[in-house]
């Protein structure tokens, strides 16, 4: 996550982190309870890294893996209670869908060249 050692990031900051408009963020407080950032003396939100690790898994569960809102709900819910899964959960959210759709590419690539018969690429020579 970028940091930079700061304990609390303002929306701005999250959004250009996320990629999220603010008023995604604001929307996502009263769908999803546990996404409760906290506000500073000027009212403001402040986000924890937790928040953002909440809010990427959010985001990863509606737009990449299509769950609906109460679907996502309910899907942290039941991670809420085990908390190695919730780790696990948030760690993978980490890696860009487009990086895992380019690596899934270039596997599929590789099996193909390796499924291939050999001999049929010494005919070819030939």
């Not at 893996?65 to 085990?82: F, L, N, P, V």
């Not at 948030?90 to 050999?118: G, Q």
Request: hydrophobic content about 35%; some cysteine; charged content about 35%.
């Amino acid at each position: 996550m970028e940091s930079g050692g700061k304990l609390y990031y303002s929306i701005s900051e999250v959004c250009s982190m996320t990629g999220l408009k603010p008023h995604v963020l604001r929307y996502w407080e009263t769908a999803f309870p546990m996404l409760k950032p906290s506000k500073n003396q000027s009212g403001n939100r402040v986000y924890k890294k937790e928040d953002i690790g909440l809010i990427k898994l959010i985001s990863r569960l509606l737009y990449d893996e299509r769950y609906t809102i109460d679907g996502a709900r309910q899907k942290i819910e039941e991670m809420d209670g085990d908390d190695e899964q919730m780790d696990l959960e948030l760690d993978i959210t980490a890696v860009p869908a487009e990086t895992l759709d380019f690596v899934r590419r270039e596997i599929s690539e590789i099996i193909a060249i390796l499924d291939r018969d050999p001999m049929a690429v010494d005919k070819q020579e030939d």
